[in-house]
């Protein structure tokens, strides 16, 4: 099992960028892949990107593609989404999650959160008009 701990949440205005970082411990995400998922008041949990810990290989929703950014530090453990061009309707609460396997070839993630073994408490990014 490993735990997760998201951070760098906050109110930005519509414009606005945030990078959210995603802080691993209790083992390494080898062959691992993280999703980024959000959850607006009243919406169910949505898939937003994820990467491949094992080649760094990433997938964006069509909402997120040029927008958002996910990268990896391996010696920290830790994923970042880097946020740019912020719309208020990213607020929302940001996850990351952990799919403890990968698979090979063309990197395309599982958008469901039951396909996600562990979660982190989640950080909140809220963006005014």
């Known amino acids: 099992q490993v735990q997760l701990v998201e951070s760098g949440g906050g109110l930005v205005q519509a414009g606005g960028s945030l990078r959210l970082s995603c802080a691993g411990s209790?083992?390494?995400?080898?062959?691992?892949?993280l999703g980024w998922f959000r959850q607006a008041p009243g919406n169910e949990r949505e898939f937003v990107a994820a990467?491949?810990?094992?080649?760094?290989?990433?997938y964006y929703v069509d909402s997120a593609k040029g927008r958002f950014t996910v990268s990896r530090d391996r010696d920290k453990n830790t994923m970042y989404l880097q946020m740019s061009s912020l719309k208020p309707e990213d607020t929302a609460i940001y996850y990351c999650?952990?799919?403890?396997?990968?698979?090979?070839?063309?990197?395309?993630?599982?958008?469901?959160?039951?396909?996600?073994?562990?979660w982190g408490q989640g950080t909140q990014v809220t963006v005014s008009s």
């Open positions: 999650a952990v799919q403890p396997y990968e698979s090979r070839g063309i990197f395309r993630p599982p958008a469901g959160a039951q396909f996600y073994a562990d």
């Open positions: 209790g083992r390494t995400f080898t062959y691992s892949v």
């Open positions: 990467l491949r810990w094992s080649d760094g290989s990433t």
